[in-house]
């Protein structure tokens, strides 16, 4: 991944923990277990991933010399999995997310595990570049992205784009889990949108969930305007906690009539626009929280407590 830390995508309550653990690879009907796989689990609530810097596996699990899966199985057992975490990182091939027909042919055992690496090695080069503009090949086109990153949560990371600077891409962290976050944030955003809750436009979708262009919003998210607000009493201060509440409000009253596409209603999902001393929310990640519980939520505790603690925990991981 990017970032040493990663918040826990699916709780967002926990910073992920290292593990190692078996992991058992199904390509065509056969099993191949690779007995220690490096993982990151949340201590929370359970969830568990490979870790993105495990991925490199899938160059060897491809690498062309294995005509047949038969062959490729057999290789990967003489070499007890051992060697294929030994390979260099490519240094020199262009930042690239390869033809989709391709993907779609792979075997479903393999499938995730190429997914992950070709986002890790788009994440990881374009993170070790650090600033400017770097081209990216998206299977249909290129686009050209600003360094430093525009923002990050847990299951993504978003970029300013040249060639349409009314836009934005967006890049799916290295886990099936994050691309199924993408996926349905692309599924759900007419909804909300019908539903007269303000959100970025997607213009276009990756099937696989790997990265999507939306439309760039106005104003700036809850977490990066909160502590410029001013005290409690200040007229600013107050015009964007009553604004926020209605917000929420509406969205919780969503949620209870349409709890499939109850969302985070995180700091960094709300963006707040202020404009000639009137203010707007906007929900600028419509992607799933299937475990997020309303039921006891209360305002006054989000606005005092979680705002606060949100922001430290994504300082802490980088986020912010
Ligand atoms: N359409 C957008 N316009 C402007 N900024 C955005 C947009 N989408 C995301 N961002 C920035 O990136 C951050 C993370 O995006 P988000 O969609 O919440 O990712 P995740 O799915 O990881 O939670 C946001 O808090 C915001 O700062
Ligand atoms: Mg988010
Ligand atoms: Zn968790």
């Given at each position: 991944?990017?970032?040493?830390?990663?918040?826990?995508?699916?709780?967002?309550?926990?910073?992920?923990?290292?593990?190692?653990?078996?992991?058992?690879?199904?390509?065509?009907?056969?099993?191949?277990?690779?007995?220690?796989?490096?993982?990151?689990?949340?201590?929370?609530?359970?969830?568990?991933?490979?870790?993105?810097?495990?991925?490199?596996?899938?160059?060897?699990?491809?690498?062309?010399?294995?005509?047949?899966?038969?062959?490729?199985?057999?290789?990967?057992?003489?070499?007890?999995?051992?060697?294929?975490?030994?390979?260099?990182?490519?240094?020199?091939?262009?930042?690239?997310?390869?033809?989709?027909?391709y993907v779609r042919e792979l075997d479903d055992g393999?499938?995730?595990?190429?997914?992950?690496?070709?986002?890790?090695?788009?994440?990881?080069?374009?993170?070790?570049?650090?600033?400017?503009?770097?081209?990216?090949?998206?299977?249909?086109?290129?686009?050209?992205?600003?360094?430093?990153?525009?923002?990050?949560?847990?299951?993504?990371?978003?970029?300013?784009?040249?060639?349409?600077?009314?836009?934005v891409l967006k890049l799916a962290k290295p886990r099936?889990?994050?691309?199924?976050?993408?996926?349905?944030?692309?599924?759900?955003?007419?909804?909300?949108?019908?539903?007269?809750?303000?959100?970025?436009?997607?213009?276009?979708?990756?099937?696989?969930?790997?990265?999507?262009?939306?439309?760039?919003?106005?104003?700036?998210?809850?977490?990066?305007?909160?502590?410029?607000?001013?005290?409690?009493?200040a007229p600013l201060h107050r015009l964007v906690r009553?604004?926020?509440?209605?917000?929420?409000?509406?969205?919780?009253?969503?949620?209870?009539?349409?709890?499939?596409?109850?969302?985070?209603?995180?700091?960094?999902?709300?963006?707040?626009?202020?404009?000639?001393?009137?203010?707007?929310?906007?929900?600028?990640?419509?992607?799933?929280?299937?475990?997020?519980?309303?039921?006891?939520?209360?305002?006054?505790?989000?606005?005092?407590?979680?705002?606060?603690?949100?922001?430290?925990?994504?300082?802490?991981?980088?986020?912010?």
């Amino acid at each position: 991944m990017s970032n040493l830390l990663e918040l826990c995508p699916r709780c967002e309550a926990s910073i992920l923990k290292r593990v190692e653990v078996a992991h058992d690879i199904d390509v065509s009907g056969s099993v191949v277990r690779l007995p220690k796989v490096q993982a990151e689990e949340c201590p929370a609530c359970g969830f568990r991933s490979l870790s993105g810097r495990e991925v490199r596996l899938f160059d060897v699990l491809f690498a062309p010399q294995y005509q047949t899966i038969r062959e490729l199985i057999a290789a990967l057992k003489t070499a007890g999995y051992v060697g294929m975490f030994l390979r260099q990182d490519r240094t020199e091939s262009a930042l690239a997310f390869g033809s989709r027909s391709y993907v779609r042919e792979l075997d479903d055992g393999v499938r995730d595990l190429y997914l992950d690496n070709e986002s890790s090695h788009v994440i990881e080069g374009l993170g070790a570049i650090g600033t400017g503009w770097v081209p990216v090949e998206l299977a249909s086109r290129r686009l050209t992205v600003k360094l430093p990153r525009l923002g990050e949560g847990e299951n993504g990371i978003v970029y300013d784009v040249k060639e349409a600077d009314d836009s934005v891409l967006k890049l799916a962290k290295p886990r099936p889990y994050s691309r199924n976050h993408l996926k349905e944030e692309n599924e759900v955003t007419g909804f909300f949108a019908s539903h007269g809750i303000p959100v970025p436009e997607v213009v276009e979708a990756d099937p696989n969930g790997s990265f999507m262009i939306k439309k760039r919003l106005a104003g700036e998210s809850l977490a990066r305007v909160y502590e410029t607000l001013g005290p409690p009493d200040a007229p600013l201060h107050r015009l964007v906690r009553a604004t926020t509440e209605r917000f929420i409000a509406r969205m919780l009253e969503l949620f209870v009539a349409h709890p499939e596409v109850k969302t985070s209603v995180s700091p960094n999902n709300i963006f707040v626009l202020v404009e000639d001393s009137t203010c707007r929310c906007l929900l600028v990640d419509t992607g799933p929280a299937p475990l997020h519980d309303y039921s006891r939520f209360s305002f006054a505790e989000y606005w005092e407590t979680t705002i606060p603690q949100k922001i430290r925990q994504y300082r802490a991981v980088g986020y912010l």
